[in-house]
């Protein structure tokens, strides 16, 4: 089938590759010329304008946004006029669900069908195929069924659940229609809020390990130091990059963030490469403004969340109020690092 | 070569039978005689006593304990005074690393070697291979190499890590001699502390996307209930089993975990079958000892170890504590479920 | 001065009556009757009706709403349009900071000023006064100041900071105007978040008391469950009220939370009249949301409204979903309680 | 009566001043003569060696350690010798409640009496009393009476506990004979935890606040960052030292920690004297094993105690492996600050 696509960075146009792989026809536009006239080059048909965009794509007109969540609002505001009655527009970046329900809604009187796909796979997607959370209308969702299944990894990708055969559904098809609009991008976002979570177990196990040498270093022996009372238990210089390696294979705790981990340890054993300053995007935000709003606890995920804030240098003012209250009952002065 | 092995659970009695496939020997000895009788018709050595046990061992001896941590101590009472020195005993349960280290001190004197093998890969080891983290003297590690080499998967049993073919070693095959005594289940304690973080997160995203329908729910309004303010946004009734079966594949949060999460509730959408008490180890919270010893913050895996401690009841106190001052400063009275 | 005052529950009335003490006139109504009969009775002018109330105001008129935030938007409906340019509402009660910067903007083509005042102190007000943070436009602020300081507590009832003397302002007579609308409340949000930061603070630590003898109880050992390395040191029964109240006096932690957990438990030592279920009343959620929309790291409080929602059972499918994970993995069943 | 104290630093000194305030006698020692002299210009007994100190304690002796937890063990085998059955040795520092209970044994045929007490009240201690909590046996806590009751507050210091009358004992006086050998610091440790969560609540807290402006700041927009959504909700530039000042008097959050993060934000509004790197100093470790012992969840001490560690760095290499697995599943690179 066709599918235009608008936004040509590394997401959408791996899934433009991974789509006519399978045969499709795609359309495709981006504010920059360049990523057009490249992907024209590999078989996809380039437009060179949102009028142009909408031109090319057959009725009923299927367009997919992949562009950062900060301009989907104009995107829309471009080509939803364009469209007709029973098209459909594709949010497929990473919306806050509200948004998805507030447009679906916007555009219900056109007759434009909305569908939020959240995406996980990251630039990995072109090989290993995307995990797709669809919401949205029935109609359109099924008809676009076609596109979804191409995105998506093969059944093949991961052991069958026992019990599954007998269940169906798209969901082993790596693709799954979760509910009416904001539920794709709802469940994407509490993936998101998951991923934090399962990050910071590793980093902060990983780190543990790093630390396990502590009692061969020099203690400082002071009036508000406690020293260390076991140093000889902790003696060990371990091999971070083997660690990680070894959890791969037949461990509890394997997982494809692990191969992450263990790849870019090997590479890197100390991390230098890195500074540690931890980006955020959205939906770790919003899982936890959800849980709070559901009053469900979630103190992994808010921990996952509040260590990245914390590694940009954000709890700064937190721990002066903290030295300087110790300072005021006690008298204690900083220790220098 | 040949292995004996006391203690013919579970896990003893698999590796048992994963090592025989391999085509080793194995000597296996219970404290019950159906257990040892059971292994004995599948091709084992079966052994009526401590004696008789370490009597058929050839030298030097190799005795592997399977036992609860509980009881290791007075195992390795009974099978130590019969070894000598050059033979080894490797403790494949769940200690402590600080006893592996004392007891391998004890034994010293005498010449015979002490290994501590943390092993994960639960019920499903005999199928999937023992991940195993092992800590002790170089000369026991390496006659131990088949042993450890047979127990583990398969370097098959995942995408070879990237350059990892130039740095060798034994970490990719599943088995990793981590360091002296104790370094192994100090590496395997940490893995499980990893364990508990990753379980609460998925745990609790799931919790968030079960409550995803909170707005289509009765709210109470009085003086102390802040009403839910956009119960338009909260109206999805997921389908959690899909959830979990559709992250499965491309997604950023694949792993064994997930796929364990995903066949439970496939089986049991609601989990009825569970009260939600969950048990914990001892492994989480000597991690969580060792951070704090090492002064590394552990914000997730903490919060992980004490759900587990609330799951069962453990805050109640504290929560009435809390219940009792609102009371004394605002006349809250408790409301009722 | 005079002052209306809306709605006559505890807060109110106590307000109203502290009011009264240092010569105010105030007008006072309440949809219940008696409430207004009842404080008429000690020296208020009684209001029937929205119109009558503001029908006894003298210009400009200054109507106080202290009502459950879930009725404020009906009661502003109710009283705005009988105000008149110049006149002032207050809102009292614990309204969200951004419904108050709304109202406010919607009430300022009319002239009538909207003044937020969060109010700490809870049934105690009356005799210790109320702190108060205030939002709101500087006008109607500075015509309200001896409302604002009869109802605050005296600069006597803490000790003077150092210093302060040279800085004045009201801050140390129990009151602030924090800035523009929305302020007050805000601050009294943040307030409110520390608050159950604090509380849940004492809750643990009494906790870990309270159970400093369980190495005298029977411990189980099983394959799963670690034995208490050190009993020995887990002996001691302690007196947690009389803890509490030694805390009281001299120490670092002393404050009124205290004093009011100290009386709670020498009144009910083991809290047996508490279920242990905590309410939560809106504050504490909405500042996480602030401190998620800062990017400001709040481990602790989110951790203390955590507790909450978990004490309300709210962690029960997480708890499940652990268990059901640990039984796909290990075999391992729940344990009863 | 008579008192020795050994270790004359602030809080050793500042006790021995109380206690001649009350008429009691004091015998000083201290490893720095300076520090004895000055003592000695006040009134007390000045010694010039352990024994000279020992020498000049009438019997039954009572000797006061005040001194680092890292040498009370050397203290202790100088002074130990020198004393006699029914001689009391007094803790008074800051030791993990084991070493008292072992010490407490190892001196138990020797008749020599050991007391633990931890005390609180910082360098305020001479001005407000010191907070005592006492662990010992019951003949030498009895001995040491009025001892304690000159070191603590008055019971003035505090309003009294409505009920307390017809309960009595020591508590309201802010003295307290916890238990047994150990109990004393183990209450004290679990004060300190206590106090951790105190302070960082407040920190936690007022930080939210400094960021109640972040909407006047410029936001990046890219595929990363998810800029904030309402930006006209977060324009306040609140006064932080007046917030600390006005929640001082009247507020459920009263406390002395507040009182003195008041004074430092008075003198120091943005505290640029400190750099933010909070120390810790063994009893909030300890309190954290002691709650995963007793399988009490401590999600709000351990958060304060992580947030300590953090704030010297020791979350870097954690924050460092969550940076690289984000680039290598997404291509994210760090932000630069």
Chains 1, 2, 3, 4 share one sequence.
Not at 165 to 173: F, I, L, P, S, W
Request: charged share 25%.
């Amino acid at each position: 089938m066709q599918l235009g696509m608008i936004g040509l960075g590394r997401m959408g146009a791996n899934m433009v590759r991974r789509l006519m792989r399978d045969g499709h026809e795609c359309v495709v536009f981006d504010v920059n010329p360049a990523a057009v006239k490249e992907l024209a080059g590999e078989g996809a048909i380039g437009a060179t304008s949102m009028e142009d965009f909408v031109s090319k794509l057959t009725k009923p007109r299927a367009a997919w946004m992949m562009v950062p969540a900060a301009v989907v609002e104009e995107t829309l505001a471009q080509v939803a006029p364009l469209m007709e009655k029973g098209d459909m527009i594709v949010d497929g970046g990473n919306s806050y669900y509200r948004d998805d329900m507030d447009r679906a809604k916007r555009l219900e009187p056109t007759g434009v069908h909305y569908v939020d796909v959240g995406t996980s796979g990251g630039v990995w997607g072109l090989e290993r195929g995307f995990c797709q959370m669809i919401g949205g209308p029935d109609e359109a969702v099924k008809h676009l069924d076609g596109v979804f299944a191409s995105l998506a990894p093969k059944i093949e990708s991961a052991p069958r659940t026992p019990g599954r055969d007998k269940v169906g559904g798209t969901a082993e098809h790596g693709y799954l229609h979760c509910g009416p609009s904001g539920a794709g991008h709802f469940v994407k976002m509490v993936h998101n809020g998951v991923e934090y979570g399962v990050m910071a177990a590793y980093a902060e196990g990983l780190n543990i390990l790093r630390s396990a040498n502590i009692g061969t270093k020099k203690q400082e022996v002071d009036a508000e130091t406690t020293p260390l009372r076991d140093p000889e238990y902790y003696q060990f210089d371990l091999n971070i990059p083997d660690v990680a390696e070894v959890w791969r294979r037949g461990s509890v705790i394997g997982s494809w963030l692990l191969d992450l981990a263990a790849e870019a340890l090997l590479e890197d054993p100390h991390l230098d490469n890195y500074e540690g300053r931890v980006s955020d995007s959205g939906e770790g935000r919003w899982t936890i403004k959800a849980a709070i709003d559901e009053g469900v606890p979630a103190h992994v995920l808010s921990s996952a969340l509040y260590e990245r804030f914390s590694s940009r240098g954000n709890a700064d003012f937190a721990d002066k109020v903290m030295s300087a209250m110790r300072y005021e009952f006690g008298g204690h002065l900083e220790k220098k690092p």
